[in-house]
């Protein structure tokens, strides 16, 4: 039998009533009625597949709302949710009948369903994107949708296998990072596991009939070690509680399976929660824990101190007892516990707007973390592209977060992977436009560098800088790139523009198709009325900075080419010939498979001739080439996110650009006038200096960085052995 095959599917008004009424909450009960009675008269007869009485899923739901704490709009919501997109009531009559509140939260939980799509990828992305423009304004819409699809899960049983299947997949990409990212931790494992049972019956199954083997086996452990440290705590009864936990299935899942784990070999399968009232005493049985039992090294984690982003603190310690059982604890208050199991929800109380609790500081912190995820659904909200939303939400909202400070001690978290830039657009939008570079631990770093967890960061800025294009595909998160993208497309609108229409001609060309300006305007027309556009040019500008990527829509541009310019059978072939070609600047790259393709060069390692080079296909800038050992190319293509992206590139036998950015960085004796030898060195040897800069490292020791011009990889080790000749130059490395 499965964990959650004894939940309650169904709960009928009377439930909910009696949920209402035992919460501490002032709700309208008035109002309440009113809705349960419009919603059961709307539904009628209508069944679920299963044939239980329609109805039963609206209370079902708004029973989930109520428990969360929610208000009384809310649970109105919750009611009503189906009722706009499943009857003959609209929004207007629920905005007249109910507030405005309700009628919003119940359209951003409603499908679009009268948008003809091109793709079910597409009408997907465009839900979710409707979702996110309603849960921006107010952040109930998504604890409704959440409850929905809690419920939905628990009785999807009746469901054609491939719908619970397509249901499982979109939890896992999009609905359980987004509860994580609210703190829901119960809503996010439950939607977990539910979803793993469908996706991989077999390892669920593997895995829950392990749990079921050792269930006396963890009640018995759990009962001794409840015990032992209720003793030794000789906290007075009621100040202290116990419990035991395993963690969720879908957790060992990706242990075990994905990692090839065995159950004896996860730390923390075994786990106590303690909850005391206040933080003092956490700290306190922190103490007592260690004196029971031996800590493993490097498994404690202070939440309290740091919380996480989605608000969560806690403190976490693994140890091993006195018969070398491995075990984790984790040590909060009562609030911190409603918090970690509800997040967001938990503090609700929501009084024209956005809350405001008793707490100044908790209420400040609860803005921030809205204002936070305000700022990752805006990007998602801002891409002229649907299709990308999906993606960014998993990358965005990644369980894996690093923690970084800044040189006077402020904390900031971002998913993992996540590079200087995106810390950059994280502390303010403005410093990311004017960055420079970056300092790590007070050592220079590239700009692709990937932050990691404890590490002191600080952003280089100058009044006249500007992002670079190439960020697009170093930055990590969607946030990042929608401001660098926004920065482009109002900064250089003129260049976007002509940058646009010639990277769709010169698709176009690749196909032999070969258009006038109005022709190429008439065909594109179905773009922008899909993507709201006023003029042409506005959908050239988007493709020029990266708002469209020109990848995923030329299928359905040569589609659309087929169908209004491509002679018919019966019609005769009047051969057009091709427009004269002008001799084309040749980067030096030639691309496998493509022809005249836009080429640049990729500054997270400057490549030079000589260098063993692989081609990316970038989202709307043509092919960047990287080293074949550039930290961004994974060693094994095949396992990368989208292997069909990564093309073969050689050097042409005679390369017509005579010069090629490289990146030196010199360690040397620190002494005056090195800086100036430097320079003397590569004036002689004719070298372009692009930039030329030094600082300490240590007392005796400095470091000189680099930018310059040279012709290949041959070239550059000639100036490098020059550079090393240098009096008091220890070491000379390319970057």
Same mark, same amino acid.
């Given at each position: 039998?499965?964990?959650?095959?004894?939940?309650?599917?169904?709960?009928?008004?009377?439930?909910?009533?009696?949920?209402?009424?035992?919460?501490?909450?002032?709700?309208?009960?008035?109002?309440?009625?009113?809705?349960?009675?419009?919603?059961?008269?709307?539904?009628?007869?209508?069944?679920?597949?299963?044939?239980? #009485?329609?109805?039963?899923?609206?209370?079902?739901?708004?029973?989930?709302?109520?428990?969360?704490?929610?208000?009384?709009?809310?649970?109105?919501?919750?009611?009503?949710?189906?009722?706009?997109?499943?009857?003959?009531?609209?929004?207007?009559?629920?905005?007249?009948?109910?507030?405005?509140?309700?009628?919003?939260?119940?359209?951003?939980?409603?499908?679009?369903?009268?948008?003809?799509?091109?793709?079910?990828?597409?009408?997907?992305?465009?839900?979710?994107?409707?979702?996110?423009? $309603?849960?921006?304004?107010?952040?109930?819409? =998504?604890?409704?949708?959440?409850?929905?699809?809690?419920?939905?899960?628990?009785?999807?049983?009746?469901?054609?296998?491939?719908?619970?299947?397509?249901?499982?997949?979109?939890?896992?990409?999009?609905?359980?990072?987004?509860?994580?990212?609210?703190?829901?931790?119960?809503?996010?494992?439950? !939607?977990?596991?539910?979803?793993?049972?469908?996706?991989?019956?077999?390892?669920?199954?593997?895995?829950?009939?392990?749990?079921?083997?050792?269930?006396?086996?963890?009640?018995?452990?759990?009962?001794?070690?409840?015990?032992?440290?209720?003793?030794?705590?000789?906290? #007075?009864?009621?100040?202290?509680?116990?419990?035991?936990?395993?963690?969720?299935?879908?957790?060992?899942?990706?242990?075990?399976?994905?990692?090839?784990?065995?159950?004896?070999?996860?730390?923390?399968?075994?786990?106590?929660?303690?909850?005391? %009232?206040?933080?003092?005493?956490?700290?306190?049985?922190?103490?007592?824990?260690?004196?029971?039992?031996?800590?493993?090294?490097?498994?404690?984690?202070?939440?309290?101190?740091? #919380?996480?982003?989605?608000?969560?603190?806690?403190?976490?310690?693994?140890?091993?007892?006195?018969?070398?059982?491995?075990?984790?604890?984790?040590?909060?208050?009562?609030?911190?516990?409603?918090?970690?199991?509800?997040?967001?929800?938990?503090?609700?109380?929501?009084?024209?707007?956005?809350?405001?609790?008793?707490?100044?500081?908790?209420?400040?912190?609860?803005?921030?973390?809205?204002?936070?995820?305000?700022?990752?659904?805006?990007?998602?909200?801002?891409?002229?592209?649907?299709? %990308?939303?999906?993606?960014?939400?998993?990358?965005?909202? %990644?369980?894996?977060?690093?923690?970084?400070?800044?040189?006077?001690?402020?904390?900031?978290?971002?998913?993992?992977?996540?590079?200087?830039?995106?810390?950059?657009?994280?502390?303010?939008?403005?410093?990311?436009?004017?960055?420079? *570079?970056?300092?790590?631990?007070?050592?220079?770093?590239?700009?692709?560098?990937?932050?990691?967890?404890?590490?002191?960061?600080?952003?280089?800025?100058?009044?006249?800088?500007?992002?670079?294009?190439?960020?697009?595909?170093?930055?990590?998160?969607?946030?990042?790139?929608?401001?660098?993208?926004?920065?482009?497309?109002?900064?250089?609108?003129?260049?976007?523009?002509?940058?646009?229409?010639?990277?769709?001609?010169?698709?176009?060309?690749?196909?032999?198709?070969?258009?006038?300006?109005?022709?190429?305007?008439?065909?594109?027309?179905?773009?922008?009325?899909?993507?709201?556009?006023?003029?042409?040019?506005?959908?050239?500008?988007?493709?020029?900075?990266?708002?469209?990527?020109?990848?995923?829509?030329?299928?359905?541009?040569?589609?659309?080419? $087929?169908?209004?310019?491509?002679?018919?059978?019966?019609?005769?072939?009047?051969?057009? #010939?091709?427009?004269?070609?002008?001799?084309? =600047?040749?980067?030096?790259?030639?691309?496998?498979?493509?022809?005249?393709?836009? =080429?640049?060069?990729?500054?997270?390692?400057?490549?030079?001739? *000589?260098?063993?080079?692989?081609?990316?296909?970038?989202?709307?800038?043509?092919?960047?080439?990287?080293?074949?050992?550039?930290?961004?190319?994974?060693?094994?293509?095949?396992?990368?996110?989208?292997?069909?992206?990564?093309?073969?590139?050689?050097?042409?036998?005679?390369?017509?650009?005579?010069?090629?950015?490289?990146?030196?960085?010199?360690?040397?004796?620190?002494?005056?006038?090195?800086?100036?030898?430097?320079?003397?060195? !590569?004036?002689?040897?004719?070298?372009?200096?692009?930039?030329?800069?030094?600082?300490?490292?240590?007392?005796?020791?400095?470091?000189?960085?680099?930018?310059?011009?040279?012709? %290949?990889?041959?070239?550059?080790?000639?100036?490098?052995?020059?550079?090393?000749? =240098?009096?008091?130059?220890?070491?000379?490395?390319?970057?």
């Amino acid at each position: 039998m499965s964990k959650y095959d004894d939940i309650v599917h169904y709960q009928d008004y009377e439930e909910l009533v009696r949920i209402l009424k035992e919460s501490n909450n002032n709700y309208d009960m008035r109002k309440i009625q009113k809705a349960y009675n419009l919603a059961e008269k709307a539904h009628g007869d209508q069944r679920r597949i299963s044939g239980i #009485p329609y109805i039963l899923h609206p209370t079902s739901v708004a029973c989930i709302v109520a428990g969360f704490g929610m208000d009384t709009d809310s649970v109105i919501a919750a009611l009503l949710h189906d009722v706009v997109e499943d009857t003959e009531y609209s929004l207007d009559y629920l905005r007249k009948e109910f507030g405005k509140d309700v009628a919003n939260i119940v359209d951003g939980v409603t499908k679009i369903s009268k948008i003809k799509l091109y793709s079910r990828e597409e009408q997907q992305a465009e839900n979710v994107r409707k979702m996110l423009i $309603a849960m921006s304004n107010d952040i109930r819409v =998504i604890i409704v949708k959440l409850a929905d699809r809690v419920h939905n899960m628990r009785t999807i049983e009746c469901m054609p296998e491939q719908k619970r299947r397509d249901k499982s997949r979109e939890n896992m990409e999009v609905f359980a990072p987004i509860a994580h990212r609210l703190g829901m931790k119960a809503v996010k494992e439950e !939607l977990e596991d539910l979803s793993l049972r469908y996706l991989d019956p077999i390892g669920y199954k593997e895995i829950e009939d392990a749990l079921m083997l050792r269930e006396n086996e963890r009640e018995k452990f759990i009962e001794k070690k409840k015990k032992e440290i209720l003793k030794a705590s000789k906290m #007075p009864a009621g100040k202290i509680y116990v419990s035991g936990r395993v963690k969720s299935i879908n957790s060992i899942y990706r242990k075990t399976i994905l990692r090839g784990k065995t159950m004896d070999e996860i730390y923390d399968f075994f786990a106590l929660r303690i909850i005391v %009232d206040d933080i003092k005493e956490c700290y306190n049985i922190l103490g007592v824990i260690h004196d029971l039992y031996n800590p493993i090294p490097r498994r404690f984690k202070d939440y309290i101190s740091t #919380p996480k982003p989605n608000m969560y603190q806690s403190l976490h310690t693994t140890v091993i007892d006195s018969e070398g059982i491995p075990f984790e604890v984790q040590i909060r208050t009562w609030e911190m516990h409603q918090t970690a199991e509800n997040g967001i929800a938990a503090h609700w109380k929501y009084k024209l707007g956005f809350t405001r609790i008793v707490n100044n500081k908790k209420a400040k912190e609860l803005d921030a973390n809205i204002n936070r995820i305000r700022d990752v659904l805006q990007a998602q909200i801002d891409t002229d592209d649907s299709t %990308d939303i999906i993606r960014n939400i998993r990358n965005d909202f %990644d369980q894996n977060e690093v923690y970084v400070f800044s040189p006077k001690g402020d904390v900031f978290n971002l998913p993992n992977g996540s590079t200087v830039i995106d810390l950059a657009y994280l502390i303010h939008t403005e410093v990311g436009n004017h960055m420079v *570079g970056a300092k790590v631990d007070h050592r220079i770093v590239p700009i692709d560098y990937k932050l990691k967890t404890g590490e002191i960061c600080e952003i280089l800025t100058q009044k006249d800088s500007h992002p670079r294009r190439d960020w697009l595909e170093i930055c990590k998160t969607s946030s990042a790139r929608s401001k660098i993208r926004q920065w482009f497309k109002r900064e250089r609108r003129d260049e976007n523009i002509v940058e646009g229409k010639m990277m769709i001609e010169r698709e176009l060309k690749r196909s032999n198709i070969y258009l006038e300006d109005e022709q190429l305007e008439d065909l594109l027309s179905f773009m922008l009325r899909k993507n709201k556009f006023n003029t042409v040019e506005d959908l050239y500008a988007s493709v020029g900075y990266g708002g469209i990527q020109l990848w995923k829509v030329m299928p359905r541009i040569k589609e659309e080419y $087929a169908l209004k310019f491509k002679p018919h059978e019966d019609e005769p072939v009047i051969s057009k #010939p091709k427009p004269a070609r002008h001799r084309r =600047i040749t980067s030096g790259v030639i691309v496998d498979g493509m022809d005249d393709c836009l =080429i640049k060069f990729s500054h997270c390692c400057n490549p030079l001739p *000589g260098d063993e080079i692989i081609g990316y296909i970038t989202r709307g800038f043509g092919v960047s080439i990287h080293k074949r050992n550039c930290t961004n190319i994974p060693k094994d293509i095949s396992k990368a996110e989208e292997p069909e992206r990564y093309v073969s590139v050689r050097w042409e036998e005679e390369i017509k650009q005579s010069n090629f950015r490289a990146n030196l960085e010199i360690i040397c004796t620190d002494r005056t006038g090195l800086l100036a030898d430097v320079t003397i060195a !590569l004036s002689s040897m004719r070298i372009f200096i692009h930039t030329l800069n030094s600082r300490h490292i240590t007392e005796d020791q400095a470091i000189v960085v680099a930018t310059i011009d040279v012709v %290949d990889k041959e070239h550059l080790e000639t100036v490098i052995n020059r550079l090393k000749s =240098i009096k008091d130059v220890i070491s000379i490395r390319r970057f």
